[in-house]
């Protein structure tokens, strides 16, 4: 399948991998969990209740390679129709009035199908579908029955061996019938299909054009009301236009484009009334645009880059301005082997021909298509793209001013692993702070207000980071940071001198004793356990099975380490006041080490309370028992009783577990909760302001999911939002101003985060 550079050896064990073993290992995996489930969760199934603003996605046939929209049933709502490439069929997905669609039909299509349009063919106001079968030179037909479906398909044979790849529909002759026209691959012509009506068409007819035309546009290029049509060819690497003139067509001008050309559109981008093409070619992987001139020239073209190379694209109007935009789907690079990133980019036109910088949202897992149409009847055009390694379609929906209902995305360091919320930049608004682990710096995002983030300058780390926390550690009211790095014995700490801007380190160590060697700290925390009005520094040492307090003088800079030896591996560290007494007291979780085969801890949550002196009493230290392997721990409070909860992670058992907070500070027995395939993180937050935190665990199939609290331990049905596989974690913040929590996604696979704004309920 070249035009999307994928083959049918070898496509879907390429583009499928990570979908194949979520589905199939992963449910292998899991077993009865699953299916015994009081909540089973599908990672790509859609919430129950919208949160956040996510894409929409629903399943289709096999591996949907091109999705097209239309009123199929005429009920005044909009259905889907993809093309699916391994089964060489096409799925009907008609609208349910509901905002979703029913379940989807299947329909053959012929060997080796390329490319389609819907369109009335034989002029009773219902759409049909035409689709080119390259192998056998044909068009099948298939009639729609007014109802939503399609009779028995026809084929309209074609030149043998013209090899058609793309079909646009048009009314070539002006006589109200509607005409096909094929761009022809191997015969370097494009054949016309004149329709008779009544769905009849007259014997093809061939003109020749350039060697291996890919793409095809047909429309009145310069307004005299007479169709022209224009081909992309990768291998000469240009556009060809044909002139009509009512009767037929003027010998074919041959337009220089850029890097192999495989699709082409025309619109009028710089509003002087006539159409611009816009191209886009996959050798170089950015567009082409030809602004007309008149009288059928255009000038030399301009390129226009994308933050990575463009496949499909559509060019429209979706900020409701009257100007064209641009949305493109994204790969990863260009050439024969490219895969799809399961990014858009949007071009916000700015016009007169020009745009703005892309703004990338996530799109549908392996999305090789995109489309645009009014999906929710709102009047403001919508994406749809055809997700071809989770046989899916998505939806995202304009929100307005060119902002679409998906996961916006914002490029930060290498492999971000933790992220944390403050105002860095002293203006009122969340910023975060992204730990890169493979470039060792923290990313400065700064809010702008809007739910968009600007990157500043980054904070340069001395060595690879394990983990960070942020705070004001010298009562100037600046947000400083704290960073462990691997193989160090100290904490570093960053104290900030300006807006999103910090001083070089200063470091502290966390142990008295560097014979142990590196102490590893895992996690840190903030916070003043001496009562003293200055937070103090605790860190979790994990390869050295002790816990580092670390008093702050009130300058941001640190006594010696006051050690405490935790038992077993400390993972993740709080300090939190669990039995009201006014002292921060010492949480931590507690279970085996990794790197030691021979270590058989049991996993468990463990509390000492705080002495208010920077001390803990070891007398009330106590162990209370959670799951097998567990990763990280978030503490709230789950019941809106006033006492702290604790909920562990425990990647392997696709489950959370909850321990209940107790009015003497102990915890009641853990109780698991399946949360879905692989939860990597989660972070507890009251999304609903009910007085009680909420539940968010982040999966690594892909999926975020919330569930509210019903404040007795347990929580209601899981609402899924589809985000991006290789996620680290999730954080909580209002990042544009509304007063609604947003969701924060950190994306280790793709080096970016993703933003999905919260909408009240």
Known sequence: MKTYHFHRQGARQAMRLFSLVVMAVGLLIIGCDWLNSDDPIDYLSNPLRRVFLGRLTYPTGETPYEALVGDLNRDGLPDVVTLNWVPETASVLLADGAGGFAEAVTYELGAAPRAAVLCDLSGNGVLDLAVVNEQYAQVTLLFGDGNGGFD??????????????????????????????????????????????????????????????????????????????????PDTDTLHLLQGTGVNYLPGVSLPCGHKPQLVTAVDLDNNGLRDLVAGNAGSGDLSVLYALGDGQFSAETRIALPYPAGRFVVADFSGNTIPDIAAVLFDKTGEDRQPISRLALLRGNGPGEFGEAAVYGSGWGAIAVTAADMNNSGRLDLVTADY????????????????????????????????????TEDGRDDIAVLNYNDNT???????????????????????????????????????????????TQVFVYLAVGPGVFAAPQFFPVQTDNSQGAPEALSLALGDVNNDGSPDIVAGNSRTDTVAVLLNNGTGRFNPPIITNAGNYPRDVHLADTNGDGNLDLVFLSSRDPLSPNDNADPRVVRWFGRGDGTFDEETHLRFATGSEPQMMAMADITGNGCLDA?????????????GGLKNGNFSKASRIYVGYRPVSVTLADINRDGRADLIATLNAGSVVMRYSRGDLKFEDPNNFIVSTGMAESVVADVNGDGILDLIVVNSSRNDLGVLLGQAL
């Not at 096909?180 to 494009?190: E, I, K, P, S």
């Not at 980071?465 to 600046?478: A, F």
């Open 152 to 233: 028995a398909s026809t084929a309209l044979n074609l030149v043998p061996e013209s090899g058609p790849r793309a079909i646009a529909a048009a009314d070539l002759n002006m006589d109200g019938v509607m005409d096909l026209v094929t761009a022809d691959t191997a015969a370097g012509t494009v054949t016309l299909l004149v329709g008779e009506g009544a769905g009849a068409f007259l014997e093809p007819v061939s003109v020749p054009v350039e060697q291996a035309p890919a793409g095809i546009w047909v429309g009145d290029l310069d307004g005299d009301g007479i169709t022209d049509i224009v081909t992309a060819h």
């Open 389 to 424: 390694s989770t046989d899916t379609i998505s939806i995202a929906y304009n929100r307005g001013n060119a902002a679409f209902e998906s996961d916006r995305r914002f490029a930060v360091g290498a492999k971000p692993r933790k992220a944390v919320t403050a105002d860095f």
């Open 442 to 488: 923290v990313s400065i995002m700064e809010a702008k207000g809007d739910g968009t983030f600007e990157a500043l300058s980054p904070v340069i780390l001395t060595g690879k980071p394990l983990t960070m926390t942020s705070g004001d550690l010298n009562n100037d009211g600046r947000e400083d940071i704290v960073v462990s790095i691997t193989g160090q």
């Open 647 to 659: 909920v562990t992670v425990h990647t392997a058992d696709n489950s959370v577990y909850v321990l």
